[in-house]
């Protein structure tokens, strides 16, 4: 039984410094990810969207190398977010149960695309949060909105909400890679069908369009917002152009009156 551990850790890992400051040559690599070959049946797959997955190391092992890893990430998190998978294998066929799977080759692409499946599911967990937070903030603002009639935020403070969304959707924009099945998969049919029984194992589809829809209402609801305060913002003006002009009236007929 192989266990495979994988750990959002921050939010995003330059991987190119990471390849050329660690000794380690890794099996694999490119522009988003590194995969080292540690032992016969153990791998770190490291990605630039802050995950680092592990397969059949222990805590003390997984620990030394999220330390050598830690120089090179942005906003590195107190807390990682995990999830857990185990692999047996010298099965009879493919078999996918809950968080397991029972595969007949544990070869190293099958290995590979087994713990990327168990990262994207750990980024998809991680994303969902944030989304759930932005929606929730969200909801605070409407429900201002029945109560009082008006919208209860600053333009300022709004100009940082709709900041804060229009990053976490770049964010998901920059990493829609990740979600897509791997080049590998294409010409070796064992692979594509582990990868799509993968898939749905985890759910990632259905959790990645909750996001997407989380993150539309978000957007919508930020229209909204800025509508209104834009109105607030003219009806200001308006207000202040009235006053300016009655007291202008005001001094015209006070200048007459003395003269």
């Known amino acids: 039984m192989l266990h495979v551990v994988s750990y959002q850790i921050a939010d995003n890992i330059d991987v190119k410094s990471c390849r050329l400051a660690l000794k380690e040559e890794p099996y ?15 791998f770190v797959y ?14 003390s092992a997984a ?30 066929e493919n078999r996918f149960g809950y968080n397991k799977i029972e595969i007949i080759n544990a070869d190293v692409e099958t290995l590979r695309l087994i713990m990327l499946n168990v990262s994207q599911s750990v980024a998809l967990d991680y994303y969902s949060e944030l989304t759930n937070l932005l929606l929730d903030e969200t909801k605070y ?26 990053n976490l959707k770049n964010r998901i924009a920059d990493n829609l890679y990740i979600f897509d099945s791997p080049p590998e998969t294409w010409d070796d049919e064992n692979l594509n069908r582990i990868d ?34 834009q109105y607030r913002n003219s009806t200001f003006l308006e207000w202040i152009i009235i006053i300016l002009v009655a007291l202008e009236v005001v001094n015209l007929i006070l200048d007459k009156l003395f003269k």
């Open 63 to 92: 620990n030394r190398w999220l330390e050598k890893i830690a120089p090179f990430c942005r906003n590195l998190f107190d807390k990682r977010m995990s999830e857990e998978f185990q692999v047996e294998t010298n099965a009879t």
């Open 196 to 229: 799509l029984g993968l898939k749905r194992t985890f759910d990632l589809q259905e959790r990645y369009r909750d996001i997407r829809e989380g993150l539309e209402i978000i957007k919508e609801n930020l229209e909204l917002f800025k509508d209104l305060l």
């Open 28 to 42: 694999h690599y490119d522009a988003d990810e590194l995969f080292y070959r540690t032992a016969e049946q153990a």
């Open 141 to 166: 603002h409407t429900q201002r909105l029945e109560q009082k009639g008006r919208l209860d935020i600053s333009g300022q403070n709004l100009k940082k909400y709709i900041g804060k969304t229009l």
């Open 46 to 59: 490291v990605f630039k969207y802050g995950v680092v997955c592990f397969l059949n190391h222990d805590e």
